[in-house]
């Protein structure tokens, strides 16, 4: 998981100077060239930069990506997927950029979701701005403690499984305390899938395969639950 991990986060920098295109060159094809010719890594504090022609990379929001001194070997990966882009670049080969479809699927799906569990639990939840992971505050962790050792085996029992399948403890805190229905836990954890889908397409039966697997497996949580 840790490498798959760290393999998206060089993904997603090979498009984090997508927004800032637009202002280095005109026309839509030009955007789409190679604009820089060194490639650079810069250690600035306790964080590593990439820079590209002495430019620091910037996330779609406009923040430097720094990256913590202790993944120097992650920096080093995204300075070398950038250096060997080669005189265009192709969408495909962007395949973790922020598309329109995943801004407006999240919007839909998790912005209420994180809304609901602010207010019920009155706990403050941070939003990722960056593509690096966003530490939650530590009254928050505390107040959920408290909410799960209030849960019988049970609910405790869904909640591992539902948290394991759908890869969030707020999805699976939402599913088991019925706040969700499993159709609505299963979109909500499938977002990054579902807006592949509807920008390049399905694939022939993956996509189904994967949305039955995942229902299935937040159906048996809710099973768990009611017995």
């Known amino acids: 998981m840790d490498l798959l991990r760290q393999r998206l986060i060089v993904c997603h920098s090979l498009v984090a100077f997508a927004s800032y295109l637009d ?23 306790s964080t590593y930069v990439v820079t590209l022609d002495k430019r620091p990379l ?22 070398a997927e950038w250096d060997h882009q080669e ?10 950029d922020y598309p329109p479809q995943l801004e ?10 994180l809304e609901w569990a602010r207010k019920t639990y009155d706990v403050e939840i941070n939003k990722a701005e960056s593509l690096l992971f966003s530490a939650q505050p530590e009254a928050t962790k505390e107040k959920f403690r408290q909410v799960i050792g209030r849960f019988d085996q049970w609910q405790l ?31 909500a954890a499938t977002v990054e899938v579902c807006s592949q889908i509807e920008r390049w397409g399905e694939v022939e039966d993956s996509a189904s395969l994967q949305a039955a697997s995942m229902i299935g497996s937040d159906y048996s949580c809710s099973l768990q639950h009611t017995m």
């Open 58 to 79: 910037k996330t779609p929001s406009g923040k430097v990506l720094a990256l913590p001194e202790n993944k120097s070997m992650m920096a080093s990966l995204i300075a």
């Open 87 to 96: 005189k265009l670049l192709k969408p495909h080969a962007l395949p973790a």
């Open 104 to 113: 407006r699927l999240q919007a839909e799906h998790w912005d209420p979701l």
């Open 157 to 187: 029992a869904a909640l591992e499984r539902a948290t394991y399948t759908t890869k969030s403890f707020i999805i699976g805190l939402a599913l088991v305390v019925k706040h969700l229905t499993v159709e609505q836990a299963a979109l």
């Open 23 to 45: 202002s280095l060159t005109t026309g839509a094809e030009a955007t789409k060239k190679r604009f820089w010719n060194d490639v650079g890594l810069e250690k600035r504090g």
